[in-house]
Nanobody, 124 residues
Framework: QVQLVESGGGWVQAGVPLRLSCAAS????????MGWFRQAPGKEREFVAA????????YYADSVKGRFTISRDNAKNTVSLQMNSLKPEDTAVYYC?????????????????WGQGTQVTVSS
């Protein structure tokens, strides 16, 4: 049974960095892509970043490019999201997700597995 468990969320002031982690278990993730999505109240779930499990190729939403960095540790089966220069508009529940294959990495409906989410609140 695949499990994705997020950690690291919390409340921070704008500009303070925060690091999210996702512990993945239950299968091997070769040929998977691991993604981070977020959902703010009243808004749709949106793509934040993704990384290929095999070779670590990363993709970012324009809104976070240059501020967020996604990484993975194959030995520990973890995926992390380093968030710098946080803004109040980054406030949302952040979800870790996994999908087989590398296409459509920005589409949440294409993902096979999801974590429960972790709240990130950024105050001004």
């Amino acid at each position: 049974q695949v499990q994705l468990v997020e950690s690291g969320g919390g409340w921070v002031q704008a500009g303070v960095p925060l690091r999210l982690s996702c512990a993945a278990s239950g299968r091997t993730f070769a040929n998977y892509i691991m993604g981070w999505f977020r959902q703010a109240p009243g808004k749709e779930r949106e793509f934040v970043a993704a990384i290929t499990w095999n070779d670590g190729v990363a993709y970012y939403a324009d809104s976070v490019k240059g501020r967020f960095t996604i990484s993975r540790d194959n030995a520990k089966n973890t995926v992390s999201l380093q968030m710098n220069s946080l803004k109040p508009e980054d406030t949302a529940v952040y979800y870790c997700a996994a999908k087989y294959g590398f296409l459509s990495y920005g589409s949440p409906e294409r993902y096979d597995y999801w974590g429960q989410g972790t709240q990130v609140t950024v105050s001004s």
